[in-house]
């Protein structure tokens, strides 16, 4: 099974990603989460990235679409993938599609992830990640986490931190770069058979036992 996710920054890619890897074994790949371990990691791959995540813009596509072709032509990625944050423009739309192709690969499934922009602001603005499994929680939420609980990645509990880029003013500029870039490339896939518009602004349970349904009807 080979699922595509779209939406906007904050309507949730990452968390039903989370979910279907849960249940279902398939390969998470994010975009973001790769280009966060290779700054970690210090690689050049990272290097060329941060300063254009920091601000809120997009990596080069050139940089993007290497680091896919490398990921998705490694053998986990034939058993099933959920692509979450790539394609986000034109050029990265035409490269997926011409990737796929040579790989002998289809998208089984894709979903568009709607909701409303004040929303975006106030997830992704609240918004705090595990540096180390990249779980995604609310400021909210934080408080309520018992410290009994573990990380899934390292021992003890999760180290919990606000993303540069989900500053405020950071957070604006993203969703804005999103209807510039992003929102134009929905169109490629909307006449799909396989495309889902998806109500993001319900709870992630109720997300995902739509994403289920659609799942076993593909
Ligand atoms: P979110 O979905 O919450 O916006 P991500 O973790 O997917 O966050 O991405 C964070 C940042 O990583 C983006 O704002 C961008 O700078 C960079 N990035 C991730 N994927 C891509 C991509 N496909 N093309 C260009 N830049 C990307």
């Given at each position: 099974m080979n699922i595509l996710f779209l939406g906007p920054?904050?309507?949730g890619k990452g968390t039903q990603s989370k979910m279907l890897q849960d249940k279902y074994g398939l390969v998470h790949l994010s975009t973001g989460d790769m280009f966060r371990e290779a700054i970690g990691k210090k690689t050049e791959v990272g290097m060329k990235a941060k300063a254009f995540m920091d601000r809120g813009e997009y990596v080069p596509d050139g940089v993007v679409i290497d680091l896919i072709r490398d990921r998705l032509s490694q053998s986990d990625c034939k058993n099933g993938f959920i692509l979450d944050g790539?394609?986000?423009?034109e050029p990265q739309a035409k490269a997926l599609d011409g990737l796929l192709k040579s790989l002998h690969m289809e998208l089984d499934s894709i979903f568009f992830f709607d909701l409303a922009k004040e929303i975006l602001v106030a997830r992704l603005s609240s918004r705090r990640t595990c540096r180390n499994c990249n779980r995604v929680v609310s400021a909210e939420q934080l408080k309520e986490i018992p410290t009994s609980e573990t990380c899934s990645k390292k021992s003890g509990p999760c180290d919990f931190y606000q993303r540069t880029d989900d500053s405020a003013e950071v957070v604006t500029k993203r969703i804005e770069v999103y209807q510039n870039q992003?929102?134009?490339?929905?169109g490629f896939y909307e006449?799909?058979?396989?495309f889902l518009r998806v109500d993001?602004?319900?709870a992630p349970e109720a997300v995902f036992s739509v994403l289920e349904k659609a799942l076993k009807k593909a």
């Open positions: 920054p904050g309507s790539f394609p986000r423009t992003t929102a134009p490339i929905i006449k799909s058979k396989s993001g602004s319900v």
